[in-house]
């Protein structure tokens, strides 16, 4: 377990009725966001029109068309993703929808053996109007499962024992994914090493900006894993 990060909420605070509805109003929110998206690639006709038939014109227009589809879509996304927070965030004492703020930095707790995978977000609460400080467990926008490791050992140096000797994975590797909207999502893939000279074991992390569409990766780079430094 270690420590995450305690989330911006300044487009929740901006859902008309959130203190009333809670996670009704977030749906609702992000459903029209969606809706508005749609309307305009769908009004793209008109909008040309009010910029003109030059070729600058339909320049700005599709501009124009482009960053609102993009805006729309993802304040949309983003609302519909924060559902479970913003129902973990109902004060089980007095019951008001929103109430609860988090008073520290929440627990992300991971579960890996060969078999099974888990990652959950612990955030811990406390209500702006009774004082009940309470603690929610949910997946939010993370989805956790197990890959398939790579069999062909690798020469690499071993950082216990430093010499370079084959390397092979010796369990499957850990896949977290954190949806970004509902085309991308950014992959942290942690693979596990054992050295063929010492035996010593250690673990590396990856991570991916992934489309999902497609299931094709636009970039990769080297991480650090944070619990490596629990050990």
Not at 23 to 33: F, I, Q, R
Not at 162 to 182: A, G, N, V, Y
């Amino acid at each position: 377990m270690y420590k995450g990060d305690i989330r911006k909420r300044t487009l929740l605070k901006r859902v008309p009725l959130i203190r009333l509805l809670g996670e009704s109003a977030v749906e609702l929110g992000g459903m029209l966001c969606l809706m508005l998206a749609i309307m305009s690639l769908l009004s793209i006709e008109k909008i040309f029109f009010l910029f003109g038939p030059s070729p600058g014109g339909r320049l700005y227009a599709s501009l124009a068309v482009i960053i609102l589809f993009s805006s729309f879509t993802a304040c949309g996304h983003e609302l519909l993703f924060s559902t479970d927070y913003v129902r973990a965030a109902r004060c089980r004492e007095c019951g008001k929808e929103f109430a609860c703020e988090e008073r520290e930095q929440p627990d992300i707790k991971e579960v890996s053996t060969p078999d099974y995978y888990y990652v959950s977000v612990i955030r811990h609460w406390k209500c702006r109007y009774c004082g009940c400080e309470d603690s929610s467990e949910s997946r939010e926008n993370i989805e956790s499962r197990k890959g398939k490791r790579n069999k062909d050992p690798f020469k690499a140096p071993c950082k216990h024992c430093r010499e370079t000797s084959l390397h092979t994975e010796f369990k499957d590797p850990d896949i977290k994914e954190l949806k970004t909207s509902s085309s991308t999502s950014d992959l942290t893939i942690t693979r596990y090493y054992q050295c063929g000279h010492c035996g010593h074991r250690s673990f590396r992390a990856e991570k991916e900006e992934h489309i999902n569409a497609v299931d094709m990766p636009v970039r990769k780079w080297a991480t650090e894993d944070p619990r490596i430094y629990r050990h």
